[in-house]
């Protein structure tokens, strides 16, 4: 009989057993490992995602109407990064407003910027 060669856990250096393919001891050993090698992807992706939401709340709580003018003063009072959307429209004419989910800017003259919102009034804005 041939003897198999033991393995260790990628994780805590422990026997495994079970199939020829099995690369940790446990469950908990496996998420651990996983978490470590990709935390600081992770962390990258929180933080964006985290500058988005906020965008996200700063329109909704300066476009109380679905269309509004604001001063770039006050989005960044608001803590509002432009660096950071989540898509772009363009109309016909060339306009492209920044969308953070279905919150939208348009930069405008003078630091102004108009807000609008995906949906609402299907006229005057982009959908």
Do not use: H
């Amino acid at each position: 009989m041939a003897k198999t060669q033991e393995r260790g856990c990628l994780e805590c250096g422990g026997k495994i057993s079970g199939r020829a393919d099995k690369k940790f001891c446990s469950d908990q050993c496996r998420v651990t490992y996983n978490n470590k090698l990709n935390r600081d992807e992770t962390t990258y992706m929180n933080n964006v995602t985290n500058i988005l939401r906020k965008n996200r709340r700063v329109l909704l709580e300066l476009n109380p109407t679905g269309k509004t003018k604001v001063n770039r003063d006050k989005l960044n009072d608001k803590g509002f990064d432009f660096n950071y959307f989540t898509s772009q429209y363009k109309t016909k004419e060339g306009t492209v407003y920044n969308f953070c989910y279905e919150q939208g800017y348009l930069p405008l003259e003078n630091n102004w910027y108009l807000l609008v919102v995906k949906g609402e009034s299907p006229k005057s804005q982009p959908q």
